[in-house]
């Protein structure tokens, strides 16, 4: 079937049927997954390539900007994260900023070409109060600019998660960062099932969910396998899969991690993309340290999304001009602003 005459939204999968002949899974084993994740590479692309054009339109990457709206003095312990209070990594803690400025910061990302603002809060979990509604107010601001408004503001209860969704929050970021075995070599403070508990609040308020994890944390490829089986397995997959490059920061306990092959993140992003063949698949953290061919070999995985703008939370990315000298000599066109497959 031409992709082109596939009509169905990017969130609302439940509502609008999938291309002929693309079936959406959720028993797969970690046996199947190691061995699609141990494919030859070629194999492998070519394998992710062709699911990702049965189901979205070619040549199109949604760009979404990334805004750390409160930053560091994290209780938290994720050995990855230089906001944790307890790392020294030279972020200061920082007051949440003011809705105004956020706005003012959403309005320019849109005219860069951005259509998804994504706001990331260093908070253990999300506390009632005036703080609350300020971000309440950041969500409704967003969606009044016309973008996709994502939030990233640790565990929430399921009242909150339903707060959240009037003010029109259309995804909610909450990662399981690796696999279940692995995951307490990396964080103490919370668990697993937390996390998991979090992400149930979030489908229940009917909020579209965005769920991935990082590669170069030490982990295994089991890890990273059974991690991509936890998501794909879930009763409805998360509309959005990002996948990280741990950026290993000076302070932090993986300052001194290997850094991570630009293939394995290939293969990460192509194996997930077999796996949740509808879910948008993005390549997140990491990108600075990517050749622009490694990138395109990402997208050709079916990577379709980047972070747009020359900063994450508190570490850089390539810069605007760059990304879009990319994009132009690729023939990459962005996808539009609440975009169709
Ligand atoms: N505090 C909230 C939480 O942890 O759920 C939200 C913000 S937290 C910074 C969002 C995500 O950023 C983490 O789950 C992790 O996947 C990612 N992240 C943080 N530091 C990273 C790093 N150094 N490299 C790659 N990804 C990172
Ligand atoms: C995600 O998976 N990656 C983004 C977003 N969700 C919130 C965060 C990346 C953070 C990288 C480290 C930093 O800039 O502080
Ligand atoms: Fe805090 Fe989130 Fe960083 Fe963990 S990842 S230390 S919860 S900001």
């Not at 959406?24 to 190691?34: F, I, M, Q």
């Not at 307490?184 to 992400?199: N, S």
């Not at 991935?212 to 899969?241: F, K, W, Y």
């Amino acid at each position: 079937m031409p992709a082109e005459s596939a009509t169905f939204t990017a969130h609302a999968h439940h509502a609008t049927p999938l291309p002929e002949g693309v079936t959406l899974r959720h028993d797969w084993t970690l046996e199947e997954v190691k061995e699609i994740h141990g494919m030859p590479l070629l194999d492998l692309v070519y394998r992710a390539q062709t699911v990702h054009r049965q189901v979205f339109r070619d040549n199109r990457v949604q760009l979404c900007s990334l805004l750390s709206i409160k930053t560091g003095g994290c209780p938290e312990d994720c050995a990855y994260c230089p906001q944790a209070a307890r790392h020294h990594t030279g972020v200061k803690a920082e007051k949440l900023m003011d809705v105004a400025e956020v706005l003012e910061s959403a309005k320019k990302a849109r005219e860069a070409g951005a259509t998804r603002f994504c706001m990331g809060a260093a908070w253990r979990s999300v506390k009632d109060g005036p703080q609350f509604d300020a971000v309440l107010e950041m969500v409704r601001g967003v969606r009044a600019l016309g973008m996709e408004a994502c939030a990233t503001l640790g565990m929430l209860t399921l009242s909150q998660a339903k707060r959240l969704k009037e003010a029109g929050l259309t995804a909610y970021n909450h990662n399981l960062d690796t696999s279940e075995s692995h995951y307490g070599e990396i964080i103490t403070t919370r668990t697993y099932a937390d996390r998991l508990q979090t992400l149930a609040h979030v489908r229940e308020a009917g909020i579209s969910v965005c769920c991935g994890g990082i590669i170069g944390l030490g982990e295994s490829l089991d890890d990273r396998c059974q991690m991509l089986v936890t998501l794909a397995n879930q009763e409805v997959h998360p509309e959005s899969v990002p996948i990280n490059a741990l950026v290993a920061v000076k302070g932090t306990p993986l300052e001194t991690q290997p850094p991570v092959e630009p293939i394995e993140m290939v293969r990460m992003i192509a194996t997930a993309r077999i796996l949740m063949p509808a879910s948008m698949v993005r390549l997140s953290a990491g990108r600075l340290q990517m050749s622009r061919e490694a990138q395109l070999l990402c997208m050709l995985a079916g990577a379709n999304s980047i972070f747009f703008g020359d900063k994450l939370l508190t570490t850089g990315n390539p810069d605007y001009a760059e990304d879009m000298a990319l994009l132009e000599q690729a023939g990459i066109r962005p996808l539009e602003p609440n975009a169709v497959r």
